[in-house]
Nanobody, 119 residues
Framework: QVQLVESGGGLVPPGGSLRLSCAPAGGTFWINRMGWYRQSAGKQRELVATIINDRNINYADSVRGRFRITRDPTKNIIDLQMSALKVEDTAVYYC?????????????WGQGTQVTVSL
């Protein structure tokens, strides 16, 4: 069974930086797209950034230029380096991955990690 293990997160003042990491556990998997989504109180979950490889990366407009997503293709570990953080970046951040098994792509989510931007 695929599990996405997230790390990082925490409390940071506005303008600060933070890094999130996500790694698959439970075996060896064929993974296509991976990414980060976030959900703040009272709002729907939204895309932050996704990556297939270095040539196929997508960012939400709200984070482009401030966040950077990278992927280790050998281990399928993704990092999200967040800089110039704003109060509105406060949310629970979820790792996401498309995993091949059962003759189809399956979507998996991590348990979520809290990011709080506050003085």
């Amino acid at each position: 069974q695929v599990q996405l293990v997230e790390s990082g997160g925490g409390l940071v003042p506005p303008g600060g930086s933070l890094r999130l990491s996500c790694a698959p556990a439970g075996g060896t998997f064929w993974i296509n797209r991976m990414g980060w989504y976030r959900q703040s109180a009272g709002k729907q979950r939204e895309l932050v950034a996704t990556i297939i490889n270095d040539r196929n990366i997508n960012y939400a407009d709200s984070v482009r230029g401030r966040f950077r997503i990278t992927r280790d293709p050998t281990k399928n570990i993704i990092d999200l380096q967040m800089s110039a953080l704003k109060v509105e970046d406060t949310a629970v951040y979820y790792c996401n991955a498309e995993v091949w098994y059962g003759a189809k792509w399956n979507i998996h989510w991590g348990q979520g990690t809290q990011v709080t931007v506050s003085l």
